[in-house]
């Protein structure tokens, strides 16, 4: 309801871009937005307008990394599913030369942070993750004919330097397509791939596994069977797969435009294909020696493939529900130390259970696969607080780097000589848990202080210290938060004189951006 008693439309306020900060709106955008207000005089936008083009985001970009993200955990995972149908026999795999064929992958990743980070500034988004599906998928495929050690490890390189694009591409179209508010879920969506992986692939390789072939091994059919899906589902990508909402032509231009000034609130800008040099700044034991844990507790080949199921599924349940928890609570800290505790109970418990207690063994594996839920808000929390397009791929990368290092490291905690009961990597790994528990405390702290600092910065530049963070809010107080009265469209301008949603600067440089738990 108006001043003056009229019941208006439900309108977003347009914000006047002439008259932004000191540093304006990235070119990119900026050419964009010109346009766009060269043909359309009406730039504001109701909330149903908003939320049909979220719908068509959902709809079109979301599946679209989920399959990406699927495929990616498949294949880097086929190696856990051939490891108990014969693949060190037949490769003629001794010591810990299966260690190192899981670590190579990630070691890989970790050397190839850098070049995939400055790939995602300068190049199309879409183009980047179809390109490197197409090529991990390849050399999955080509991998089939490897029958030794060196082989194997040579393509398993290759197979990580391809697939260390996918996390940030994903990381960079969350940022790049959601406001902030809905960035947790999102990426808890296409992170839970890794639970359906676990039970698609469990399902293939139960099914591959029983092929009898004179000429290949159960590996290498298994290898090639998930390769040239893989390369088939990078066409798909290729056509459908838009690279920015500005380059969207799945979208009008109306609908262009709402995708783009919708994300305004954020303050971390979109897309500048510009590198800038100011902008520059514990896991994998258990996974992949799941399936050999599996049949350490007396279950047969095919058995540990079928436990893998109720395993993705809790991984699922898992990567959502903390997901939803995260974003109904808005606590990530809290929420990580609650999947890092249920992890570590289950880790002690694989420790001083008897192995003839199956039973309570395989419920202590599964609490330890709730940790995959841990991942994806960390990559949430990373992309949510971090601004300035150079600075956030860069940062991706970092916390990428971080995830490599701890995958190299972990295989090499556990080795076939340890079984049954792989003690040693068993604590290593709990140890790991409960750190991942204490530096997701200190990192909300962290962020509560950095918040602290720009309230008194925004205080000292004459602007109120406190400030609604609208990239936050959800649906169901969109429809009173986002409501501007027609009346007070100047004043929301005279507001934004200093808005530097589109500018291409860091978190830390701009004093209205907030940093969220």
Same mark, same amino acid.
């Given at each position: ?37 060269? &043909? ?119 197979? &990580? ?357």
């Amino acid at each position: 309801m108006s001043a003056t008693g009229r019941e208006e439309p439900d309108i977003i306020a347009p914000v006047d871009n002439s008259r932004s900060s000191n540093r304006p709106a990235h070119e990119h955008v900026a050419r964009f937005l010109a346009s766009v207000e060269n &043909g359309d005089d009406n730039r504001a936008f109701t909330v149903e307008e908003e939320r049909h083009v979220l719908r068509r985001i959902d709809l079109r970009v979301l599946p679209l990394l989920l399959g990406a993200y699927f495929f990616q955990q498949l294949d880097k995972s086929a190696l856990s599913y051939t490891s108990i149908f014969g693949l060190s026999e037949d490769a003629h795999l001794v010591g810990q030369q299966y260690s190192w064929l899981s670590s190579i992958l990630y070691l890989s990743q970790l050397v190839f942070q850098p070049l995939a980070a400055f790939l995602l500034v300068k190049a199309p988004t879409g183009k980047v993750i179809s390109i490197a599906i197409f090529l991990w998928g390849s050399t999955l495929a080509i991998m089939s004919a490897c029958t030794d050690f060196k082989s194997l490890l040579g393509m398993r390189f290759a197979l &990580g330097a391809f697939e260390s694009m996918i996390a940030p591409s994903c990381i960079a179209a969350t940022q790049m397509w959601w406001r902030r508010g809905e960035q947790t879920l999102r990426a808890a969506m296409w992170n839970g791939m890794n639970g359906l992986t676990f039970i698609v692939g469990s399902l293939f390789t139960y099914g591959l596994g029983h092929i009898h072939s004179d000429t290949l091994f159960s590996y290498q059919i298994i290898f090639l069977f998930c390769g040239l899906l893989t390369v088939c589902y990078s066409f798909v990508v290729l056509i459908f797969m838009p690279d920015s909402p500005m380059e969207a032509n799945c979208l009008s231009d109306r609908e262009k435009f709402i995708a783009v000034e919708r994300l305004r609130a954020n303050q971390m800008g979109i897309v500048s294909r510009e590198w800038r040099w100011d902008h520059v700044i514990p896991s994998g034991g258990i996974s992949s020696f799941g399936n050999l844990i599996l049949e350490s507790f007396g279950y047969t080949n095919f058995q540990s493939i079928l436990f893998n199921l109720p395993l993705g599924v809790i991984q699922i349940i898992a990567i959502l529900g903390g997901g939803w928890l995260a974003t109904r609570f808005r606590t990530k800290g809290v929420i990580i130390v609650l999947f890092a505790t249920l992890a570590s109970i289950g880790t002690i418990l694989l420790l001083v259970v008897p192995r003839s207690n199956k039973g309570v063994l395989l419920f202590g594996y599964y609490l330890v696969s709730t940790l995959a839920a841990i991942t994806p808000m960390v990559y949430a929390w990373e992309a949510q607080n971090t601004a300035g397009d150079t600075k956030r791929k860069c940062t991706s990368a970092v916390v990428l780097v971080g995830m490599c290092t701890g995958n190299v490291i972990g295989p090499q905690l556990f080795s076939t000589s340890q079984a049954p009961e792989y003690r040693p990597g068993l604590i290593a790994s709990l140890i790991m848990f409960i750190l991942v528990a204490v530096l997701s405390i200190l990192t909300e702290l962290y962020l509560i202080a950095l918040n602290k600092k720009h309230a008194k910065k925004r205080e000292a530049l004459g602007k109120s210290a406190n400030t609604v963070d609208e990239s936050m809010l959800t649906k169901d107080k969109m429809d009173t938060s986002k409501v501007v009265e027609l009346e007070d469209v100047r004043d929301i301008q005279n507001r934004n004189v200093a808005d530097k949603g589109f500018a291409d600067i860091t978190d830390l440089r701009n004093e209205d951006f907030i940093y969220v738990y």
